[in-house]
């Protein structure tokens, strides 16, 4: 009898792998109909809880029902409104088994009405996750039936499958909408906006058309002033502002911070689009009403027209941004518009390309160490190396600058070659000093490595040339990177799986493009970017959509790290979900190797950013 229950938990966990939401209510119904034939039931149901309404909604039930009453009295029950036995469901933490009595007879008077079936004795076995109970499985016998402790065991077991897959599906839709939405504003987000751009280049459209760079000027101070709440709610007023002062037609997206883009709908011409940005420049400008004090902020519009079936998307977007660009250089509160003279200027863009390469060589870029740290005990798990680099002319840049440059310049293999091999010089060096060592390293990815045909083979040779072992070696790069070009990226994935390199998706959440895409791919870890950690005390949507990963993370047997954890709060929270690792200033900065000898010596960063508690 135990066999065939584990075979029986075994074949519903297997066909719930695959589940979405487009295919849940089928495939649940599949299941159902394999429980009702195991146990010998008359019917059955799987109902979803939705916490915000206080109801559960019937997601599949099996036998389907021949004539369902519209509305169906099972559809949607709010708990307030529901007989005894539904609304115990509400919070049941174990197996709850009804069988016919005096004392159920509401509950068997709904039934009755919603399947015309009397006397009846029913086994509901809750979904939990996250400490409340988030749905419902229930079987239903036509006069009584009892259960047997293995039976119920299994019961649990795959109410947890079935919790678990809910989760996921949760996570997956918070996925899909913030993947074209920005939070804050609920406008268009940069990958929404570029798709629109995309498609109003596309030939045959008439043109030119014409696109608004919008930055709000100085809107830092203002947030180190007021905070980040007010700021904001600014923002949101500077969104509302642009959408009643542009027609329906138009788009307006937000591409972070305190910059939007306006994508003039239709053909347009240099006069016309500088109207709408002078018009736009006043709207914003007007003082907004913010916790009883007017405030009021100016704004900066660079302008650039393209020619559709011509011009480049990522060029028109790049013409904005140099004309807005120049339109603060003015001192701000100005509308420029894109000319060629912009195009040759010597600028920090071409600073960077003419010195990259030479800093390759020279010795002039460095790497720093950031410890990944297991959340619990604070032992350094790993480190991730962070590039470094000391402009000549500019002083010290920011990796995502430089990185950047490199991308665009063809310089990305370059330097990710040096990066990795670095790396792996470094740590085989810690290695020497430190017998015993196990921590793993981290390297960033930029996505030109990830689809070039000779990445795996150079990967394998690096880590032959200093003696690391593959298991020590974790890829980070980007979804974006990943789904951008997704065949050629599978293929270097599959060669990093089958070499025993590890591969984490960086700054999980803030691309999500296809979850669809990423589920089928090998890769060993996520890490959710520090936009969701950093506020995680305070803003109850960033906790869901940690939540939310953590249990995608869960349903996919993937590590999980939280990366930008800055205080104890955030940290107390992240393993209170179940996040086991994780990154961020709490623990340690990123520092110098020479530092970081130092921190792989002592093993944990206790003793560095706490008050010593032993250990
Ligand atoms: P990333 O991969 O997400 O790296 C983590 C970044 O977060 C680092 O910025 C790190 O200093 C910062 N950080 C760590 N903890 C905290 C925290 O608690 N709070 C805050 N606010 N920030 C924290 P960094 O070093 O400026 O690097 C920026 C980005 O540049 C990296 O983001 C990565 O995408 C890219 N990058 C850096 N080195 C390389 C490289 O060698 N190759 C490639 N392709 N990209 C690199
Ligand atoms: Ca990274
Ligand atoms: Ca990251």
């Known amino acids: ?28 119904g599949t299941v159902l109909r394999q429980l009702v034939g195991y146990f010998g039931m008359d019917l059955s149901f799987l109902r979803f809880h939705d916490q915000d309404r206080r109801a559960t909604i019937l997601v599949a039930e099996w036998p389907p029902r021949p004539d369902v009453p519209d ?119 940069r990958r929404a906006l570029l798709a629109h751009l995309e498609n109003s280049l596309a030939p045959g459209w008439p043109g030119p058309r014409a696109v608004l760079f919008i930055d709000v000027d100085r809107l830092k101070a203002m947030n180190d002033f007021l905070g980040h709440q007010a700021g904001d709610q600014f923002i949101q007023a500077v969104a509302a502002r642009l959408q009643a002062n542009v027609r329906p037609q138009d788009f307006v997206a937000r591409l972070g911070g305190d910059e939007f883009v306006v994508v003039i709908d239709g053909p347009s011409s240099p006069g016309h689009a500088e109207s709408v940005a002078l018009r736009i420049q006043a709207a914003v400008a007007e003082p907004i009403e913010l916790g009883g004090q007017a405030l009021s902020r100016t704004v900066s519009v660079g302008l650039a027209l393209a020619r559709p079936g011509r011009d480049f998307v990522s060029e028109w977007l790049h013409d904005a941004d140099h004309a807005v660009l ?68 500019l002083g010290p840049l920011q990796p995502d600058v430089f990185v950047g440059v490199a991308e665009a310049t063809n310089l990305a293999g370059e330097l990710g070659r040096w990066v990795l091999d670095e790396a792996c010089r470094q740590l085989a060096q810690w290695d020497a000093t430190n017998p015993g060592l196990d921590v793993r390293v981290h390297v960033n990815v930029s996505p030109a490595q990830l689809i070039a045909i000779d990445f795996v083979d150079g990967v394998a040779a690096t880590l032959a040339a200093h003696g690391v072992a593959a298991r020590r070696l974790v890829l980070e790069m980007t979804e974006q990177a990943v789904v951008r070009d997704h065949d050629a990226a599978l293929t270097t994935l599959r060669g990093l799986r089958k070499l025993g390199v590890g591969v984490a998706i960086d700054d999980f ?47 996919f047997g993937l590590e999980l790290i939280a990366e930008g954890v800055e205080d104890e709060a955030a940290a107390a929270i992240l393993a209170d979900l179940g996040c086991t690792q994780a990154q961020g200033f709490l623990f340690s900065p990123p520092v110098s190797a020479a530092t970081m000898r130092g921190l792989l010596e002592a093993g944990d960063v206790q003793l560095r950013c706490l008050p010593a508690r032993g250990k």
């Open 509 to 555: 959440g803030t691309g999500y493009s296809s979850m669809e895409q990423l589920k089928g791919l090998p890769v060993s870890i996520l890490k959710i970017d520090r936009a969701f950690v950093r506020d995680l005390g305070t803003n109850p949507q960033d906790l869901a959509i940690v939540q939310a990963v953590t249990a995608l993370a869960a349903a």
């Open 326 to 393: 120049a339109a603060k250089a003015r001192g701000g509160n100005a509308v420029v518009s894109f000319t060629e003279e912009m195009r040759t200027r010597t600028d920090a863009h071409n600073l960077v390309e003419m010195h990259l390469q030479a800093a390759i060589r020279d010795g002039s870029l460095t790497l720093d160490y950031q410890p990944v740290v297991e959340l619990t005990s604070r032992r350094v798990v790993a480190v991730e190396a962070l590039a470094r680099w000391i402009h000549p002319v």
């Open 71 to 189: 509305p169906d009295p099972l559809g949607c029950i709010f708990f307030d409104s529901a007989d005894p036995t539904f609304a115990a469901s509400e919070h049941l933490a174990d197996v709850m088994v009804v069988r016919p009595g005096a004392d159920t007879a509401e509950y068997q008077e709904r039934v009755l009405q919603g399947s015309g079936i009397a006397h009846t004795s029913t086994a509901i076995v809750p979904l939990r996750s996250g400490g409340l109970t988030t749905g419902v499985l229930g079987f239903v016998k036509f006069g009584d039936r009892g259960w047997e402790p293995a039976e119920l065991r299994a019961l649990r077991t795959i109410a947890a499958l079935l919790a678990q897959l809910q989760a996921r599906l949760t996570a997956e839709d918070q996925l899909r909408h913030l993947a074209h939405h920005d939070e804050l504003t609920g406008l268009p987000n």
């Open 1 to 28: 009898m135990s066999a065939t229950l584990d075979e029986l938990v075994a074949t519903v966990a297997g066909q719930l792998m695959a589940v979405d939401s487009t295919t849940v209510a089928a495939e649940a």
